[in-house]
């Protein structure tokens, strides 16, 4: 724990060094660039084989378009465990959440932030190899892990284009669509930006703008911010509303 406080320290510390402007959530929409679509596909594709063998973390800015951009940190370790924290990314907007993976499976944990300081706990929610059940799921974690194996995947159901940079992003970006007649799309719909070592740098999808401020190496493993409990992981939604017992009606 206290090798993650310090790796999460230097992140945090970079920020004053780096633009924190954020472009304004908007639908994944941009003017595709010169290049032939096979062409682009294949380069999406090499980018995110780089990106399943990088190990770092990384601080990124997140937008949702509430006007009020927090900050997210993924980070991808030595042994394959990774984790993504994601303030205000659950119950609604109203608590933090990180989501972890080790060779256990993959958990939800309770994630302390300054405004809402708590102890953290974790509750597994999937097994190693499958996705985080939908009620249960922040989506944002899926950016930085989940799709790298769709967009290396040439059968998948994608129409990908590169397409002018987002602002601030480093590195090419590519506009993702997807094909598929199925009302699950293989990936989320939207721009993906990405580094020539293959690190996230930019993304917009449905529900924001991420983007890359500040990277340094990836520690040797990713621990579970708390103890593993048995319980109810947090939904997606906000909790209903806690009603005095004076105002409750009588049972």
Known sequence: MRLFALTAALLIMGLGGCSADTPEAAPPSASPQAEPAADARDALAGLAALGQDLKYAALYTLDVGDGAPRNVIATVAKDGSWRVDIPNGALGGTTGVSVVRNANGVYQCTL????????????RVADKGERVPRKYDPKVQRLFRQWLSVFTDRQAALAVSAVQPLPGAQGSCYAVDSVSASLDAPVDVGIYCYSPEGLLTAARVEFGVLKLVNQVDGPDTVPLPGPEVAGQPMGMNSPPPVVPPSLAPPA
Do not use: E, F, G, K
């Not at 302390?112 to 509750?123: E, H, I, K, R």
């Open 112 to 123: 302390s932030t300054p405004t809402n300081p708590v102890a953290s706990v974790c509750v």
